[in-house]
């Protein structure tokens, strides 16, 4: 009877044992065990596997990808900028083995060379670069974070940095210098509009000197655009021939009153020109016809009547 009962507790107590020795392993996890405290080089895969009670001890590693949060690091860009930049790292173990043995605790040592190589990629970007280039310095971060990470036995699936703080008066500076640039953009867009306007109008210019017709189409349609507006007021643009023709007139009635002059001065230097003439040379001019008596005549008139009394005296 005492031997039923020994053997009834042997049997209970190795049962216990066994069943103490069944492990359980998740499809998201993987088992290292040690045994009498060295590693097995084998990994336990997921589903249940038996362990040795009291001589194997199995630690479980999760290789779902962990999303760690990089702390905000303040730092000085190479522009001598003072900013804060947060980040957010994505990494998996893809080595349970070396992730037990290799280093105590991987989640917090990640952590840490996260936030150092983040201080690292701050002190050699520029402001700029941390703003707009963020893809490249995100390749650059997870590379230097990924180099110590492999002898861990994980890898880093990307990092990305998430926000940038600047001080006030950075982004004050900033907000300036982004008017200044829409400003200078948009007065680039109005001149290369008023180009485009100028050269279509100089060659709606050119085409309209060769076709004057155009002119006054043009100047018809003018005149219906305005009036159907329905205004009380008519504007009717005067053409540029009437005006060019009444400067012309302008230019033409000096010259013109000019030549009159010349000509009128003309005439009398020649009336008298023939009047200085008769009284240098008088024996020079023809007499002019007359039907009265000249003064030589009426004085030898007079000189025969005196003779004539005389004679008639003696």
Avoid: C
Wanted: proline share 5%.
């Amino acid at each position: 009877m005492v031997t039923v009962i020994v053997l009834g507790f042997i049997a209970i107590v190795a049962v216990l044992l066994a069943v103490s020795g069944i492990r359980v392993v998740n499809q998201v996890e993987r088992g290292v065990v040690f045994r009498f405290g060295k590693v097995q080089r084998e990994i336990r895969r997921p589903g249940i596997t038996l362990l040795i009670p009291a001589v194997d001890r199995m630690k479980k590693v999760n290789i779902q990808i962990v999303t760690m949060p990089v702390p905000a690091q303040e730092g000085i860009t190479r522009d001598n900028v003072s900013v804060q930049v947060d980040a957010v790292a994505y990494f998996r173990v893809e080595e349970p083995l070396r992730a037990a043995i290799a280093v105590q605790n991987y989640l917090f040592a990640i952590e840490q060379v996260a936030q150092t190589s983040l201080r690292s990629i701050i002190g050699k970007s520029d402001l700029d670069d941390l703003l707009s280039n963020r893809e490249e310095l995100n390749r650059g971060l997870a590379l230097m974070i990924d180099s110590p990470a492999l002898d861990w036995g994980i890898h880093i699936d990307r990092v990305e940095i998430k926000d940038v703080h600047l001080p006030e008066g950075m982004k004050r500076s900033v907000a300036r210098q982004a008017e200044a640039e829409r400003e200078r953009r948009a007065r680039v867009i109005t001149a290369e509009g008023e180009f485009q306007a100028a050269r279509k109008l100089a060659d709606a210019s050119a085409i309209m000197t060769e076709n004057p017709g155009a002119l006054q189409l043009r100047l018809l349609q003018t005149v219906v655009e305005v009036a159907a507006e329905k205004t009380s007021t008519l504007v009717m643009p005067v053409p540029v021939e009437l005006l060019r023709f009444f400067e012309r007139s302008a230019q033409a009635t000096p010259a013109a009153q000019t030549v009159e002059q010349d000509t009128a001065s003309a005439r009398r230097q020649a009336e008298e020109q023939p009047a200085v003439a008769d009284s240098a040379t008088p024996e020079l001019a023809a007499p002019e016809p007359s039907f009265a008596p000249s003064a030589a005549e009426s004085d030898a008139d007079s000189d025969k009547e005196s003779r004539a009394l005389h004679r008639s005296g003696r």
